[in-house]
């Protein structure tokens, strides 16, 4: 099979098949507003992982710019995004700012492998139990980190833990701020309503200024006790200047599982993101390419500062509504952040923590899916099993576990599916062409010949159907001298399978019963004869058809002698 890596961003494609006038002023119209939108999620996201206004804002700017330039959707907005909190997070505090610039290089690294390698298709199969359970488990912990801020209560360091963090914030609940509690809970309302009057006019910006302007009168006139993000960073708006990590190849072992799980959530959100803005614009996004991008751009973010970034779905479908159709409003809403944060940053200093603690309580609440996540709490049992495994395993330990076990238990659950989907049977007496796809002429009927046993295999034979064959070959009815196996039904066999069925056959050989294989498909029988199947059965007992099957079967009974006698407590 040829392999070929193919590198063709949209932008180019985009531009070369007729970009007019009227499509340009769209773009920049949407680049313009998106890029507003971004901008309190970008701060809000950028402190809440643990690292700073700047590191967000710079993420959406660069890795921003790099995932519409080189991407394959259309209208794919890159950025930080939620899902990467509770990562980055942990990140920082077990391995430093040094250890997170490893890990999303690394994770970059790996996002470009699995673009080249044509792993796009694959991670969307992913359970989708699996992403709404750490989807939902990553909005309750976001929330959970948010309570310190939103009530702006006196902690000097908050627990990594969840249930830790909340037995904290009880024993400090007492130091609540009610000024903070009031601003948040007023950003929240706005974020709430502001859709109800204009839906251009994003929530989240207007909380954010007028909470800002509120917070200020309200200091003028003497209150305290409202955190600004000046009283906890130093805000700066100078350039950054390219910073490579630390490397070795200890911290590339001990952060290459942190790594990992950057990219399979960065390739899974960005994926979903932009299947859901194909649905939308009618077009068909390359899953491969937008890998590829958002490993660029995850190299290149850490170089300046930043932190993971991925396809952020509420910036994408903002773009799609106010009218975005190419890349080229992607890179124009990375533009317009740049341009604010090199005239505008000083004022973020005067934002209010519970105002952005209000956003993100928002954001945890839109990620939640707990629409999604009840409707699947009526699914069969292994889904809300994975479910309900993946959520609490994100939200009480951490998401790098949530999804290696949830990926394992939908992988064994699928397996029982399976072994449960195949069955074997004992065919008796005749068999009805009428209803058979493998039977050759017209016929009323076949006879099954005396002596002859016909069992078919129906679904995948593999390991968690090999010992059931074979305990079913060992009871089923009497002393036979040919035993076919019809295997028409068999859309693949593994290793197990073969070798289940190779020692069927020697068991056979030496009670002197033989075996008659009959309606293998071709991928099957390249399998078997790979195994050397053809030489332990013989090349003449391997039959197309059922009707020539049981004709070798009727010369066999015919024409040599019975099986060896068993003993009676055999």
Known sequence: MEFKVVFKPKLFSSIKNGYKKETLVQDLLAGVIVGIVALPLAIAFGIASGATPEAGILTAIVAGFIIS???????????????FIVIVYGIIQQYGMNGLMIATFMAGVFLILMGVLHLGTIIKYIPYPIVVGFTSGIALTIFATQIKDLFGLQIENVPAGFIDKWAVYAQ??????????????????????????????????????????????????????IETIGDRFTISSSLPQP?????????ITRLAQPAMVIAMLGAIESLLSAAVADGVIGDRHDSNQELMAQGIANMVSPLIGGIPATGAIARTMTNINNGGRTPVAGIAHAIVLALIYLFLMPLVQYIPMSCLAGVLVVVSYNMSEWRSFKAILKNP????????????????????????????????????????????????????????????????????????????????????????FEEMMGDMGGRAKVRIIRMRKVPFIDSTGVHNLSNMCRMCAQMGVRVVLS?????????????????LVGQENICSHISLALERAAQIVATEPGPAPRHRNA
């Open 69 to 83: 330039f080189f991407g394959g959707s259309k209208v794919q907005i890159g950025g930080p995004t939620g899902a």
């Open 172 to 225: 400090h609940f007492d130091t609540v701020s009610w000024w903070s509690l009031l601003v948040g809970a007023a950003s929240i309302l706005i974020i709430v309503f502001t859709p109800k009057v204009s839906r251009r006019i994003p929530g989240s910006l207007v909380a954010i200024v007028l909470m800002t302007v509120v917070t200020l009168l309200l200091k003028r006139a003497g209150v305290t006790g």
């Open 243 to 251: 910073e490579v990590p630390r490397i070795d190849w200890e911290a």
């Open 381 to 468: 049992k292994s889904d809300i099993i994975v479910l309900l495994v993946t959520f609490f395993l994100t939200v009480i330990f951490d998401l790098t576990i949530a999804i290696e076990v949830g990926v394992l238990i939908a992988c064994l659950l699928c397996m029982k599916r399976m072994a449960e989907t195949t069955n074997v049977s004992v065919l008796s007496d005749e068999i009805d062409p009428n209803a058979d796809s493998d039977v050759l002429g017209n016929l009323e009927h076949l006879t099954i010949p005396e002596g002859v046993k016909v069992y078919e295999i129906n679904g995948p034979y593999f390991f968690g159907i090999g010992n059931k």
């Open 519 to 535: 309606g293998v498909n071709p991928s099957v029988m390249k399998v078997l004869k790979d195994a050397g199947m053809d030489e």
